[in-house]
């Protein structure tokens, strides 16, 4: 089987005269966390309904896990959550979560274990419409996790979570992660998506500005030294690193030099009577990025 | 096919706006078929409910056990197919207003699949409730039978079947109307609001003014409340027109005519209800 398993060549969608998505063409690996990113309106949960058939493409094409989207074949390895849990406001969590196992062939053994897996076992029984968003949101992440499925989709997961449930919720989808099945978690939370994601794809006004691993996306990690005097500190890290790795930033020195060079600066340093008053790695944050690309697209 | 009948009864069974719906009509279907009349015909004056000039001797016959079929579908044309309407429109249109469709179209099943599981729910709840009906008509007409001191003669087989069919026929046809206008606005209230306009208001405005206009007759006679109307006229029930009679029936159309344009109806919505829901984007 292919490690692709979402592709998507020129996916297109367009309501009248507004382009929703505008020929996206990203690639979803086998066992990554891939996440997709964009401010709200961008079309991410438009491309996300297009991968689940819910909606369909104007122009372009995909394939999940190998099928046509919306398919059976796909849709029963699939797990989704978009844009916003949608349930029987009468009926409880398990009973919810029971109807849907009933149309997907499930048994109750698959929904008790959906329940643990977010932590709703305890208010199961309550009522869906007694629910508070969070516990919506994660009954949502639930329905999607009934069953094995190969791909789990979420549409903004964290959605209404405390600080609390939100690191759950991330330790929930690296743990589905870590046994192997596929996450495309939409998201415009951009520290949630650092922490969690492998790979991005970062969507803008419909297009897709870039697909890349999140490292990569960063950039190389640099070392931020402040030091007195300053022009004696950076003729010893010019000694050190080479002239053409200092630069100067707001009364600071940046080194391109990761953070296994700190101590021997620090040292040479020191050495040549220059007072060290900080010196620490640093790396552009994901927002930074995104914001850049968002601002330039 | 199953599996999605089953899921959607296990929902149907616990969902009040179910439940109010199905009581409502029960309510309403012993009320006007056997309690308004039965207490006109004590009070001896033709009146109550009854049109001036009614006769009681006909009335108590209509309570009888012998002619419970009829009585039970004599009610349908109008607010029995009203009932059943709202039950089918909010049944549908209630899952684009709560995502549960988006839900359930991305749990697995094709989407004729899933809306045909909700169609065979809302049939065995159709079919169960007429056979509710019928057996609380059959008990309340025994029970006057009783207290009027009346020979007790059980219906006949045809008749029962009879009834029973063309309860299921009408009914269902206003069941299929009622889901293919929740499809078509995805969502309960308009549909709802439409469903009742078109089938308490707008076909007897039609048939008022058809009269006028020659053309509109033919029209009226044809529409889904005429069918049903005339098929229980056809079964034995007095017309709108009678001092005993009931609204909504009619003798415009035959009984063969009224069953193969309630068939087509029935068809037709079910055919537009399935097409919408395959074709359409979901987006909410």
């Not at chain 2, 109307?177 to 709802?192: Q, S």
């Amino acid at each position: 089987m292919s490690d692709d398993i979402v592709v998507t060549h020129h996916l297109t969608k367009r309501y009248g005269d507004r382009l929703a998505v505008d020929g996206v063409s990203l690639t979803v690996r086998r066992g990554e966390v891939y996440g997709f990113l964009g401010p709200n309106g961008a079309g991410k949960t438009t491309t996300l309904r297009l991968l689940l058939g819910l909606v369909r493409p104007t122009s372009g094409g995909a394939t999940v896990l190998g099928h046509p989207p919306g398919s059976p074949a796909a849709l029963s390895r699939v797990g989704a959550l978009v844009e916003g849990p949608g349930f029987y406001p009468y009926l409880s969590g398990r009973e919810n979560l029971r109807v849907l196992a009933r149309y997907a062939g499930l048994d109750r053994v698959a929904v008790e274990a959906a329940l643990e897996q977010v932590d709703l076992t305890d208010r199961a029984a309550d009522r869906f419409k007694s629910y508070s968003l969070g516990m919506k949101q994660r009954l949502g992440v639930a329905a999607a996790l009934l069953g094995e499925s190969d791909l789990l989709v979420l549409d903004e997961p964290t959605n209404g979570l405390d600080p609390a449930g939100m690191a759950d919720m991330r330790d929930l989808i690296r743990a589905v992660a870590d046994s192997g099945q596929t996450v495309l978690l939409s998201s415009h939370l951009l520290g949630e998506v650092q922490q969690i994601c492998d790979r991005v794809g970062v969507i803008s006004a419909g297009r897709l500005l870039t697909e890349n691993t999140v490292a990569d996306l960063r950039g190389q990690e640099s070392l931020l030294v402040r030091a007195d005097p300053l022009p004696a500190a950076e003729a010893v890290a010019g000694r050190v690193l080479g002239t053409d790795r200092v630069s100067r930033v707001d009364g600071a020195l940046r080194l391109s030099a990761g953070a296994e060079r700190a101590a021997e600066l620090t040292r040479a340093l020191v050495l040549a009577d220059v007072a060290v008053r900080e010196i620490r790695p640093q790396a552009r944050t994901l927002e930074e990025v995104f914001f850049e690309m968002t601002e330039v697209s | 096919m199953m599996a999605s009948v089953r899921a959607e009864l296990a929902r149907l069974a616990r969902w009040p706006t179910a439940w109010v719906l199905c009581g409502t009509w029960l309510l309403l279907n012993l009320l006007f078929g056997y309690l308004f009349n039965y207490l006109s015909y004590r009070s001896n004056d033709g009146g109550g409910f009854a049109e001036p000039g009614a006769s009681p001797a006909i009335l108590l016959a209509q309570m009888m056990p012998e002619n419970a079929p009829v009585t039970m579908v004599q009610g349908m044309p109008m607010f029995g197919g009203a009932l059943v309407l709202i039950l089918g429109a909010v049944a549908i249109g209630s899952g684009y207003g709560w995502g549960t469709w988006k839900t359930v179209f991305t749990t697995g099943p094709r989407r004729l699949v899933a809306i045909g599981g909700t169609l065979g729910a809302l049939g065995i709840v159709l079919a169960g409730l007429v056979v509710v009906t019928f057996g609380l008509d059959l008990l309340a007409s025994y029970g006057i039978a009783v207290a009027e001191s009346q020979p007790v003669t059980w219906p006949g087989l045809p008749e029962v079947a009879q009834g029973l069919g063309a309860a299921l026929l009408i009914c269902g046809m206003w069941l299929a109307a009622g889901v293919l206008l929740g499809t078509l606005a995805r969502g309960p209230a308009l549909a709802v609001g439409l469903g009742l306009v078109w089938s308490l208001v707008v076909e007897n405005l039609l048939r008022g003014v058809a009269g006028l206009l020659g053309p509109l007759e033919r029209l009226t006679d044809v529409l889904p409340g005429t069918a049903a109307g005339s098929l229980v006229g056809a079964l034995g029930a007095l017309p709108q027109s009678d001092p005993n009679g009931t609204p909504g029936v009619t003798t415009t159309i035959g009984g063969t005519a009224a069953v193969v344009l309630l068939g087509a109806y029935l068809l037709a919505f079910v055919v537009g209800t399935m097409v919408l829901t395959a074709r359409r984007d979901v987006t909410s």
